[in-house]
T-cell receptor, first 113, second 113 residues
Framework: KAGVTQTPRYLIKTRGQQVTLSCSPISGHRSVSWYQQTPGQGLQFLFEYFSETQRNKGNFPGRFSGRQFSNSRSEMNVSTLELGDSALYLC????????????FGQGTRLTVV | DQQVKQNSPSLSVQEGRISILNCDYTNSMFDYFLWYKKYPAEGPTFLISISSIKDKNEDGRFTVFLNKSAKHLSLHIVPSQPGDSAVYFCAARRIGSARQLTFGSGTQLTVLP
C-alpha cells in the first residue's frame, strides 16, 4: 500500500505570492489533516477534512485554506505569503471517522524569501 | 499556552538499556494520546497510542504508560537500539476533536552503540 504522498517536496516562494500544496492520502483513507512545523512553534494543527468536509480548524489566519476532493486528495493554499510562513507542511491521512491514528507524509518544505 | 509538554529536549541511552521518554499535559479534556517518531527530512511515524480509559499499552519493544491523575504519560523502549535514535513526539487529542492533535515539542533520543 502506498503511503501519504505530498507534492512538491520543496518550494521557494516570494513574499506576497500564494502557494498550493497537494496531499494524496493512503488508498481508502478518507481523512486528511494538515500541520505546520516550525522550529519555534513545533507541530501545529491547521485543519482536517473528512469526505470533502472541513471538520476542524486550528488557530491560523484566513490566509490558510484547504479543500478535499471526492477522491480524498487534498490541497492546502496559503495566500499573501509572509516570511513567517516558512515551514515544513505535513499532511496526515486517517481511515475512518472515529479512529485517531494519523499517518504522515514526508512533508513539503516551504521557504518564503 | 503549551498544553502538551516534553520537558527533556534530549536523552542519551546505551544500546540494550531502557529508554524512558516523558510527556505532561494540562488539558483534562484530552482522551487519547499518541507517540510519534521522526527522522530528519521525513514525516512523523506513528508508534503507539493509548486511550484515557487505559493505563498501559504494549506493542513489542514499546510500552506507553498513562497516569491520568498526574496528567503524565511515558514511553518505554526496551531494549533500545541505535535505529531508535530519532525525535519522539507526544501528541494528544481532545474529546470530540477527531484528528486535531496537539503535539509536544519533541525529545531527541540518541541510542549509543
Amino acid at each position: 500500500k502506498a503511503g501519504v504522498t505530498q507534492t512538491p517536496r520543496y518550494l521557494i516562494k516570494t513574499r506576497g505570492q500564494q502557494v498550493t500544496l497537494s496531499c494524496s492520502p493512503i488508498s481508502g483513507h478518507r481523512s486528511v489533516s494538515w500541520y505546520q512545523q516550525t522550529p519555534g512553534q513545533g507541530l501545529q494543527f491547521l485543519f482536517e477534512y473528512f469526505s470533502e468536509t472541513q471538520r476542524n480548524k486550528g488557530n491560523f489566519p484566513g490566509r490558510f485554506s484547504g479543500r478535499q476532493f471526492s477522491n480524498s486528495r487534498s490541497e492546502m493554499n496559503v495566500s499573501t505569503l509572509e516570511l513567517g510562513d516558512s515551514a515544513l507542511y505535513l499532511c496526515a491521512s486517517g481511515e475512518g471517522q472515529g479512529d485517531t491514528e494519523a499517518f504522515f507524509g514526508q512533508g513539503t518544505r516551504l521557504t518564503v524569501v | 499556552d503549551q498544553q502538551v509538554k516534553q520537558n527533556s529536549p534530549s536523552l542519551s541511552v546505551q544500546e540494550g538499556r531502557i529508554s524512558i521518554l516523558n510527556c505532561d499535559y494540562t488539558n483534562s479534556m484530552f482522551d487519547y494520546f499518541l507517540w510519534y517518531k521522526k527522522y530528519p527530512a521525513e514525516g512523523p511515524t506513528f508508534l503507539i497510542s493509548i486511550s484515557s480509559i487505559k493505563d498501559k499499552n504494549e506493542d513489542g519493544r514499546f510500552t506507553v504508560f498513562l497516569n491520568k491523575s498526574a496528567k503524565h504519560l511515558s514511553l518505554h523502549i526496551v531494549p533500545s537500539q541505535p535505529g531508535d535514535s530519532a525525535v519522539y513526539f507526544c501528541a494528544a487529542r481532545r474529546i470530540g476533536s477527531a484528528r486535531q492533535l496537539t503535539f509536544g515539542s519533541g525529545t531527541q533520543l540518541t541510542v549509543l552503540p
